[in-house]
Nanobody, 121 residues
C-alpha cells in the first residue's frame, strides 16, 4: 500500500502560480509513473499531467500545456506540479496518483486524498 502527502494547494488570483508537492510513503519513483489528476465540482476526474518512472518523459492535458510543469526530485522522493498562469477553470481538487499511465490512458494503482486549488479574484 502507498499513501501520499500532498501539499501546496490554496487560493490564488487568476494569473498567479502554485506548486503542488506529492511525497509517497515509500520510494516508488523508480517503479511507478506518478501523475496529477483533478476534479472540479460537478465534473469528472481528469488527467492533468504525468511523469514516467522509466525515462522521465512527461505528458500534459491540452488545457494545461505551456502553463503547468511536472518534475521529480528522486533524492527527496517528491514529485512537483508547477502551475503558472492559473485560470478560474483550473479550480479543482488535485490528486496525486501512482500507477502505469499517461494523462489519457493507463491504470492508477494508488490515489492521494487530494489538495484543493481555488483560482479566484
Amino acid at each position: 500500500q502507498v499513501q501520499f502527502v500532498e501539499s501546496g494547494g490554496g487560493l490564488v488570483q487568476p494569473g498567479g502560480s502554485l506548486r503542488l508537492s506529492c511525497v509517497p510513503s515509500r520510494f516508488i519513483l523508480d517503479v511507478y509513473d506518478i501523475g496529477w489528476f483533478r476534479q472540479a465540482p460537478g465534473k469528472e476526474r481528469e488527467g492533468v499531467s504525468s511523469i514516467s518512472f522509466s525515462d522521465g518523459s512527461t505528458d500534459y492535458a491540452d488545457s494545461v500545456k505551456g502553463r503547468f510543469t511536472i518534475f521529480r526530485d528522486n533524492a527527496k522522493n517528491t514529485v512537483y506540479l508547477q502551475m503558472n498562469s492559473l485560470k478560474p477553470e483550473d479550480t479543482a481538487v488535485y490528486y496525486c496518483a501512482a500507477g502505469h499511465f499517461t494523462v489519457s490512458t493507463g491504470t492508477v494503482d494508488y490515489w492521494g486524498e487530494g489538495t484543493l486549488v481555488t483560482v479566484s479574484s
